[in-house]
């Protein structure tokens, strides 16, 4: 018997109108659909898609406690995984649907390793949070020869400092709690006026604040730094 | 009088499904496409979208020499934006059709410095070939707190080798004609085994290669060699 396949959708960062054609093909037609969801409530990635929806698929949705006490949290993924591979053994086609795209630091990753080696992957991919912050603040990333570096929030100071002195462009991803650390580093370097700062980048409520406009405990998850070294480039 | 919007339209890497909703409202209904092109011939960005299009709209080609005496081939895109400033001066909405993401290494760089001052711009971001690449290559780009570097091809060997051996993660660009100055930085750094070639993502003649497949001279302008040394990261 033919295995499913497993499918991972991008579905872009958070507004509506930047799913793509064929992310709405896979989802609406796939038997079954996975999504991630905290806890309690709604998933930010379903509701993205929701109204394209047919509404007659089997769900499956990967619950994450907001505090996980391992990362990643294992045991979520692994009975994930178990769950999505015993549809894939069966036959059906199983639709992951992810914010963004699902190899840009997705959690889509963890089902993948979990399962690639088993059943046939397709990933489609999606719009990433890093073109669409830079879209929302009408800041060019990278253009001609510049190197783009993406730098996690959670690196350590000094790490974090090296690889900014380093770079022409700079996105700094998952600021959330670690924003008075980026902060710091950023004075230290002199580069805090070439900093621009967005939150929830094309969602309902997008927010562009200045460095001194964020509170350092108030930076959520969704939030990131674009740093830009060479203004001159694009002109 | 309202002067019209300069939109940048981001259509993805080649795939015509993977062109989002907001990308195809904007570009069915402005008065105006403008869209690159070689000296000759028909237009990539332009194709991705073609069936899409009323056939009703004003268009602006915008038509690059295929060895530019100066880079950027500043003439054409002066003339470029003096075209389009006309349009908008005179209210008219200029959509400006871009492969791939317009701020991701993108030629719309060129037509936003000479215009975003004296008009109104709204960039729609669009799937990248970074993301593109990594998911036809079945490829994770980056997990969890890895550093990601864009390399741009061009780049001087000893630099190249430098921004490498840092990354934990990198997405090499425009490999082009450098891809015999590309094999020899990743061979020395002991990487060619952790490197995968892609050339024209997406596009119905799409090829992966192994780095010894690819001859020294052939490599396209659109193809790309990601690189990352820790394949653990996902499982």
Redesign the interface.
Known sequence: MTTGTLYGV?V??G????????A??ILRSAPVLAWPAPEDGPSLAREIVAAHLPGTQREIPIRMPLVPARF?AQEVYDRAAEEIGAELEAGADVAVICEG??????SF??L???L?GRFP?E??????S???C??AL???????????????G??AEDEMTA?LA?ADAAAIIKVGRHFAKIRTVLDALGLAGDARYIERA?MADQRILTLEEVGADSAPYFSMILVHKRTE???
Do not use: C, Q
């Not at 507004?15 to 064929?22: A, G, N, R, S, Y």
């Not at 990933?123 to 990433?128: A, D, E, K, Q």
């Open positions: 991008g872009g960062p507004d509506p109108e930047l799913v793509t054609l064929k709405l093909r990643p795209d699902p190899f840009f630091y997705g990753m963890y993948y390793g979990r690639a992957v990933v489609i991919p999606g719009v990433s890093l073109t669409a830079a879209a009408g800041a060019p990333l990278a253009a001609r020869n510049d190197v783009l570096t993406v730098i996690p959670p690196l690889r380093a094309t480039a694009w002109t």
